[in-house]
């Protein structure tokens, strides 16, 4: 069968939810019956998996970018998809720039992807997408709030993944608890503003929710979150890091 064939590498900078983004994506791909390279040049699908938050992140982008042309040039049926922070609402600009990248997909838009795949290479994807990582490790990111609501003057994170987007704590503790039984001991909770977790949320809840719930699934013996903005940390939050054993009390701003 040709998915059996197909070989992908995911190009990933930026910040832990990147990282987290592209597992998940990779984990998806590794359904489909892909095999994963540390390379490009070898690939039937390559994914730039991109941030723009730090002048130095958008110039490695650009430049990976520039690299790819050549590889579309020597294999045109490469599939070249561009992700991340560096996908806007409207990437007309950048399809005028790079018009030999074949998707640009915003972030957390895994579904595009990998239909757009599932298309061009005749896979069936039905069951195909959830949020698990296969073959977790020790350690694992799991992304709780996508977005910020802050639109603080320097930074570009609203206006590249958007409003502040809770998952329930129902669908956390379902897929930590999945990653426990795989092996995962310690869970690192992410947000471009995790603190603010579940304020979207109706009934509303918050971060020191999400932790008390998640504190009692057995097999998990460590718990990290980050990052956080001062503006939403609360004495509820600090009392319950101090108060939970498997809570490591550090807090990343």
């Avoid at 064939?5 to 998940?24: A, E, V």
């Avoid at 490469?78 to 074949?102: H, I, N, R, T």
């Avoid at 503790?173 to 603010?196: A, F, H």
């Amino acid at each position: 069968m040709i998915n059996n064939l197909l070989k992908y590498n995911i190009w990933t900078s930026g910040c832990q939810m990147n990282q987290s983004d592209s597992d998940r994506l990779s984990s998806e791909f590794q359904k489909l019956g892909m095999s994963e390279l540390e390379s490009h040049e070898e690939a039937d699908i390559v994914v730039l998996n991109t941030c723009v938050v730090r002048q130095s992140a958008e110039d490695s982008a650009t430049k990976m970018l520039r690299k790819l042309y050549k590889d579309k040039q020597e294999t045109p049926d490469k599939l070249l998809v561009v992700m991340g922070c560096m996908v806007g609402p409207d990437a007309s600009d950048l399809s005028q720039e790079f018009p030999y990248v074949d998707l640009w997909a915003r972030p957390q838009q895994f579904d595009l992807i990998v239909d757009h795949t599932a298309v061009k290479y005749g896979l069936d994807v039905d069951g195909c997408l959830s949020n698990v990582v296969q073959n977790p490790g020790v350690n694992r990111y799991v992304s709780v709030v996508h977005g910020c609501d802050k639109f603080c003057t320097f930074c570009i994170i609203p206006y590249r993944r958007g409003r502040e987007s809770s998952r329930t704590i129902k669908q956390l503790n379902c897929e930590i608890s999945l990653y426990v039984d795989n092996g995962v001991k310690e869970i690192t909770l992410l947000g471009q503003n995790i603190d603010s977790y579940g304020h979207d949320l109706r009934p509303r809840k918050d971060l020191a929710d999400l932790l008390e719930s998640i504190h009692e699934i057995d097999g998990l013996e460590r718990i990290r979150f980050l990052t956080s903005h001062p503006n939403d940390m609360s004495n509820r939050i600090i009392r319950t890091v101090n108060d939970l054993p498997k809570v490591c009390n550090n807090i990343n701003l």
